[in-house]
């Protein structure tokens, strides 16, 4: 969803004209996408805490490997957003705040999209530390909405960088 919304920006400019400028509407879009992931969390920890424990993961093996995966998930959540920033993290180069170069260091050297395989380690950390199925289910539903946001949103970022080049060549 907040793609969609980010490409209509990129070809209209309607939030920026709405907002007065790229980075207050930036700002705004990444505010309200916080507040949906902070729902969305919420969400699904109400619904592991409302369904039965699985006696399977029931275990500290399951449990340690779930603590593990949310120290993991963390590191590299955390990690990308200091690497990108604010506006870098919440689709700023749809508004047209582009970063002078491509972020190449930690955690971008060991991953494509840290931040979104880290969020998924999270939650998969999470359904496992709480023994939840239905918790490592609606893991699998964010990590597909991850991964089809991820089809989406990096050819057409590579395509805003691409034009960023040629027109800089073209000056």
């Excluded at 120290?71 to 990690?79: E, K, M, T, Y």
């Excluded at 950390?125 to 023994?131: C, F, K, P, R, W």
Aim: proline share 4%.
């Amino acid at each position: 969803m907040h793609s969609k919304v980010a490409r209509w920006e990129h070809r209209t400019r309607g939030l920026t004209r709405l907002f007065g400028g790229p980075y207050v509407a930036c700002y705004f879009l990444g505010f309200l996408i916080l507040l949906l992931n902070v729902y969305r969390s919420h969400s699904i920890t109400m619904a592991m805490k409302a369904g039965p424990r699985c006696e399977v993961l029931d275990c500290p093996q399951v449990f340690c490997v779930g603590a593990v995966l949310m120290a993991f998930g963390s590191v590299f959540v955390l990690s990308s957003f200091f690497a990108l920033g604010f506006t870098g993290t919440f689709l700023g180069d749809y508004f047209g705040i582009l970063m002078e170069q491509k972020v190449t260091g930690f955690p971008f050297n060991v991953m494509e999209n840290p931040m979104y395989w880290g969020s998924t380690a999270n939650y998969l950390g999470l359904a496992l530390m709480n023994a939840s199925v239905v918790g490592v289910i609606l893991t699998a539903v964010v990590a597909v909405s991850y991964w089809v946001a991820i089809m989406f949103e990096g050819p057409f970022t590579e395509e805003i960088y691409r034009q960023k080049i040629r027109c800089s060549k073209q000056q």
